[in-house]
């Protein structure tokens, strides 16, 4: 039996009808669902096994369709359904940065090549990562040869990117969305708990998993650092197997 996809247009085009009769010759049953509010409040209420979103250009700058989208993505969140996004290039990284929690849905370029939007809904069915598409992690600490080290060990499964300075890292957060912070301890000038405080207090960063790297692993060490309520905490003694386990399992 073909399985469920709900379509939602946020922008109706030809391409759209294109896409629905594509993927019903592929087997799939599939529900068109317009940007009309009161359709986009049935969701709750539907079977499938995948939400499709075809959204407008400039998305992230229009506040209707954003505040539409809000909506879908808590919708599909609540009922632990897989979701795919279909938009123009330019605006996947101000989406991301604007609704951070859009960072862990798959995406699809347009101009839609239809062969490859069949092969990427099988991976998301599937729970395959899209080719190409790596998680991204932001690695904040002052020595930049540790920094340059994690990154080596973590770059063939995660996109990495390196700052030296608490402030920095803010600096780049407010401009690059990312989908977890491993974040040294012990800084100078700004600290990691200093950072970890302005993160938390940020709406565009204050969601994002905060690991915290330290040198020190006595139970009082520990304690102190857990006390912060970060997401997790790496010991910097550790292995790269152990790391990238680690990683995994977060993301």
């Not at 700058?61 to 290039?89: F, H, P, W």
């Amino acid at each position: 039996m073909g399985r469920g996809i709900v379509i939602l247009a946020l922008q109706y085009s030809v391409i759209v009808k294109g896409m629905e009769r594509k993927l019903k010759d592929e087997g799939y049953f599939t529900t068109m669902i317009s940007d009309d509010f009161l359709q986009i409040r049935e969701l709750s209420g539907i079977s499938t096994d995948l939400f499709l979103l075809y959204l407008p250009g400039d998305v992230a700058d229009n506040a209707d369709v954003m505040s539409k989208l809000t909506y879908i993505c808590d919708i599909v969140r609540q009922r632990e359904n897989k979701m795919l996004m279909i938009g123009e290039q330019k605006d996947h990284s101000e989406l991301n940065r604007k609704m951070p929690s859009t960072l862990d849905i798959p995406w699809v370029n347009r101009p839609l090549d239809m062969v490859a939007l069949v092969s990427a809904i099988e991976d998301v069915l599937e729970g395959r990562p899209l080719p190409g598409q790596k998680k991204r992690i932001l690695i904040v600490d002052d020595d930049p040869s540790y920094a340059k080290m994690i990154r080596e060990w973590i770059k063939d499964d995660f996109q990495a990117d390196i700052v030296t300075a608490g402030m920095q890292a803010i600096t780049f957060l407010l401009k690059n969305p990312v989908n977890m912070i491993l974040l040294d301890y012990e800084m100078p000038v700004v600290d990691g708990p200093q950072v970890l405080q302005m993160l938390r207090q940020e709406p565009a960063t204050a969601k994002i998993p905060v690991i915290f790297l330290t040198g020190i692993g006595t139970k009082e060490a520990v304690q102190r650092v857990m006390s912060l309520k970060p997401d997790g905490y790496i010991l910097k003694t550790t292995t790269r197997d152990n790391l990238l386990e680690f990683l995994h399992s977060k993301l």
